[in-house]
Structures are given as C-alpha cells and as structure tokens.
C-alpha cells in the first residue's frame, strides 16, 4: 500500500460528539414525526393509554429539539433541551398508572427513555465546538505564475467570448446610460 | 488489465477484467497513464446516478498513449499523447458542428433510455451510466475509446501529465463555468464549493477579469487553496453566507453565482438542507439542491446563475418565483470540453496557469477504491486524487 493510502487509512473514523448529535438530531425529528402522525399507536407502544393530544405536543417539543440541533452552530442548549424533554417524557411514562397502562411496555419504554437520555447528556457535556483544523497547508497552491492579483483579467486580453455565452446587452454593466461594450 | 470497478453503492473494487478491444473503425485503445477520480465520480460512489450496473469500469479523467487504432481512424497512430475529453463526440452531427459537444446526438448508444429521461439524448460519456452509453471508463489500464478521431486531445511531450490530464474534464468545465458568466470587470462572481472545479473555477473568474471572487465552503484545506488563487473566502459553517455576500457587494448582491457543488450539498444548519435529507432518504427527491435556493436567493438582480455542478434528477422547492421576479439568466451544462482545449492548452504551454496545483494524493489504481473513501469524506486534506496504472501499489 502507498504512503497515500496508508496515510489515508489512518485517519480516525467512528462515532464523535459532532456525529452523535447529528444523530439524536434526526432521531428527534423521526420520533416526533411519529408522535405527531401516529399519536395513538406510539402511546401503546408505550403501554399508556393517553390523550393523543398530549403526545402530539410532545412531537412538536422533539421537531422543534431535532431542528435546534442540526442547525445551530452550537447544539448544546438543544440536546439540554432534549434531555430535559427526555425527563419529561419519563415522569409521564413512571406516572402512568394501571388500569391506564401495560407495566411491561411501561417498563421497557422507561429503559429506552433513559439510555437515550444517557446518550444526550453524554454528547451535551462532551461536545466541543471547536473549528477543524487544516490537515495540510495548500495556501502556496495557486496554481499561477504570479500573484493573483497580477494576472486578474490577463486571459482577457486574448480569449473571444462565444457569442452564445454572451448574457443579453441590457443585462450588461451600464455606465452613462449605455451598456458597456467591452471586450467586443 | 486492472480496473476499478462499481459493484453498488459505496462498494468499488480493483478487479481483473478483459483487454478492451477495437470494436469500430474509428475507435482506438489507449493505455493509460493517469486518470483521477473526480467529484461527480462521488455521485455513482454515492449511488445517487441511476442507470449504473454492477462490474460498470468508473472513470472519465483520463489520459495515455494510444497503443491500437482502428481502420477508419486517421487523426490518430500508434504513440500519440493524448488527453481524453469525458464527452464523446462525432464532431459531425448538428451540435459538435455548433460547438455543443456534450449533447453530440450521436454517441450515446443508449439513446432510447436517454430520450425518455431527458426528452432528447445527450453524448455518451465515459463511465457514467448507461443512460449515457455505458461506456467502460478509463480509471483502468486501458481504455476503448469510441469516435477516437474526434474524440481526443492531443498533448505535447514537454508537458508532464499533471499539468495537462485536467483537460479531460475539470479545468474546461471550470472555465466553461466562468466564460457562461459573461464576466466584467465590475462583476463579483461567487462560487459555491471549493472542491477541484471550484478551484478551477476561481482562477478562470479570475483570469476572465472579475472585480471579486468569492469561495463559500467548509473545509479548511480546501479554503486555504481557493485564497491562494485570489479568492475570498466563506465557511458556511462559521458565517452566515447571505450576510457575508452582502457586506462584500454593499448590500446588492453578487452579479454573478457558479454553483460548483451539484446535487450532494452538504449544507448544514438549514432547514432545507434536512427536508432535502429526508426527502432524499424516502425517494421522494434524487437532488439536494441547497446551493440553487441560497444562489437565487442572493444573486444580484439581473444576474446569471452558472451550474457546472452535477444534477441528475429531480429537485424540489426552488423559489422560482424569486428567480422570475429578479429576471436572472440561468447557464448550465456538461462541459463542451473540446471548445475550450485548444485555448487551455496555449494556456498551460503559455504558464498562465498550471493546474497541477490541485493534486493532493497521487497513489496506484489498487489504492483506488480506498482513496474514493477519503475524496469522499474530505480526510487527509484530499482534494484531488490521480492513479498512476501500473505505479507500485
């Protein structure tokens, strides 16, 4: 294998705060879709039998947490804001009572409420806003025999624009009231 | 020979395959000496072009030395250089003959499946799909080059292959971006992507004249290079790109806009970057076309829009009512390559530019399939990578 490949290999890969985020980000946006479509069927997933109103507004909460995360620069207050709606979401399931709810699926929700709760406290604290940092130094790579600002308009002087690729006079730089003719 | 090849989504693979052979008077092998991988090479890799088959050979950037020609062909022997243009042209129908070489009406051999997705058919191209021939590419030993007497570039031994392999594809569709702008010298052109035709891109804009270029991405490499050819840059994950532009042009907006990204934006933090995510991922879309809205958006009225980028399908909620209402001029295109050669070539002889500039990995064909990967995820500070067949791997 060439030192390329080699190299290229060696750069870490898995899962990081940024990634995870990400991820609770669209988990967040797929629950509450879910939520919000199929209120009924995610409280008996659940084992609760509850207003489908209330789980509604529960999926406005996890859009609106999902959409905070994947477009703020910083994702931190919305994955506390997540976590905060993940405690929430446990004190309904631990208060559901019977003969309202299935203990079981109660049970089992309460367990997948908190791991997910875990994850989103982990990635809260751990996330570093930090700006990637350049692997290689290209900025002597021009690419062109002088400085940039040298040769600006140098191809000018012998290249024929084609007449398709022209854009329309009127759309042209005017000054003095008329279009500028230049180059033609 | 050796030849990379597509097996599915993410999954490309060095195998061993049969020798091409002459299969028409007019075509020519030609053995490679190098060939790159380029950004809409991603899009197949991706998985997002249809009409890919698996064992299909990717590549089309590429150039060698011709080895075999075939009866009819007399524009090319045995030992000519040449760099091979990624469309296929006859140089003969109503297009080539009017210079719109990427929709030659003759090359694509899968015409019927191009008429039905795109109206008409375009040229046929190298390792790009069977909806645009199925034509085995060239990141592979050797290659069959079809309509090989129009279909070719011919590179004078002073140059190496670095400064001169790029005339296949990136620096004529670069250029072509920048010459459909219709640039003045009041003009600020801005770019979106600052991968390998974005890079060509800002020096073409720059070298055609415009007051100010201006490069919007992310990756800081890739920003780094779009400064040292004369470019101000944006990160679009640290500044607010609308906000930007228009500081940069007193609130009026940049009169020109090249979108230089295509169909796999990776716009983060916007809402419609995750609805075309969602909508991608259901099947309900084929392209993330982020780039267009934000171009529409803040283009100056009375504008252009250039898009060398790649799209392939359908796209969705494009403010084309703000598009009417600003009365822009929407450019775009494959390249014509073989209407700009001849130019770039003086060009590059000239030292006006070398592009060469943009490689950042050079590496065997083995090492093909890993280095789509890092291309792909922009690791190692990868921008451009070139396989050198028959280089120890």
Not at chain 2, 178 to 194: K, M, S, Y
Not at chain 2, 355 to 366: G, Q, R
């Amino acid at each position: 294998m060439s030192d390329v490949a080699e190299r290229s290999r060696a750069v870490p890969r898995g899962p990081t705060p940024a990634r995870m985020a990400r991820g609770l980000g669209w988990f967040s946006l797929a629950l509450g879709a879910a939520e919000l479509l199929m209120p009924r069927q995610v409280a008996r997933a659940c084992g609760m039998r509850v207003d489908p109103a209330l789980v509604r507004w529960y999926g406005v909460r996890e859009i609106a947490s999902g959409i905070g995360i994947l477009t703020a620069r910083d994702p931190r207050p919305w994955l506390w804001a997540r976590t905060a709606g993940d405690v929430l979401d446990m004190a309904t399931l631990a208060t559901a009572t019977r003969p309202h709810a299935d203990g079981t699926r109660t049970g089992v929700a309460l367990l997948n409420v908190a791991a997910v709760t875990a994850a989103d406290v982990w990635c809260a604290t751990q996330y570093r806003p930090e700006a990637r940092q350049p692997q290689r130094d290209y900025s002597a790579r021009s690419g062109l025999p002088d400085a940039p600002e040298r040769l600006r308009g140098a191809a000018r002087k012998d290249f024929r624009m084609p007449r398709d690729m022209r854009i329309p006079a009127a759309l042209r730089p005017w000054r003095d009231g008329k279009p500028v003719q230049s180059d033609e | 020979m050796k030849a990379l090849r597509w097996h599915g989504k993410h999954d490309i693979r060095c195998d061993n395959v049969a020798d091409p052979i002459i299969e028409h008077p007019r075509d020519a092998i030609i053995k490679m000496s190098a060939c790159a991988i380029c950004g809409s090479d991603l899009h197949l890799f991706d998985g997002f072009m249809p009409g890919m088959k698996s064992g299909d050979i990717m590549g089309h950037e590429f150039m060698g030395e011709v080895v075999e020609v075939g009866a009819e062909n007399k524009a090319l022997k045995k030992g000519d250089r040449v760099v091979v243009p990624f469309t296929i042209t006859c140089g003969e129908c109503d297009q080539c003959k009017r210079g719109n070489f990427s929709v030659c009406e003759r090359t694509n051999r899968n015409k019927d499946a191009a008429d039905k997705m795109f109206g008409h058919t375009t040229a046929g191209l190298f390792g790009y799909s069977h909806l645009t021939g199925g034509y085995p590419g060239g990141q592979a030993e050797y290659v069959r080059v079809p309509f090989a007497d129009s279909t070719h570039v011919k590179v004078p031994d002073e140059l190496t292959d670095e400064q001169v392999l790029f005339l296949g594809d990136i620096f004529p569709t670069g250029w072509q971006a920048a010459v459909q702008c219709d640039i003045e010298p009041t003009d600020t052109v801005a770019i979106w992507g600052a991968g390998p035709v974005g890079q060509m891109t800002i020096r073409s804009a720059l070298l055609l004249g415009a007051k100010q270029v201006i490069c919007i991405d992310r990756v800081p490499e890739r920003l780094a290079m779009a400064r040292a050819g004369g470019a101000i840059t944006i990160d679009f994950e640290n500044e607010s790109v609308v906000e930007r532009l228009n500081e940069l042009t007193q609130g009026k907006g940049p009169e020109k806009c090249i979108d230089a990204v295509g169909m796999e934006s990776h716009a983060t933090r916007s809402i419609d970057a995750m609805y075309d995510r969602v909508k991608q991922a259901v099947m309900l879309e084929t392209d993330r076309p982020h780039v267009l809205r934000e171009m529409i958006y803040v283009c100056r009225p009375g504008g252009v829009l250039s898009i060398p980028g790649v799209y392939g399908g359908l796209i969705d909620k494009i403010p084309f009512g703000a598009s009417l209402n600003k009365g822009l001029t929407w450019r775009m295109g494959q390249t014509h390559v073989k209407r700009w050669t001849d130019d770039l070539l003086r060009r590059i002889r000239e030292g006006q530019i070398d592009p060469s500039f943009v490689i950042t990995h050079t590496a065997s064909l083995e090492d093909g399939p890993g280095l789509y990967k890092t291309f792909r995820e922009k690791q190692d500070g990868c921008i451009k990578v070139v396989l050198k067949p028959g280089a120890p791997s």
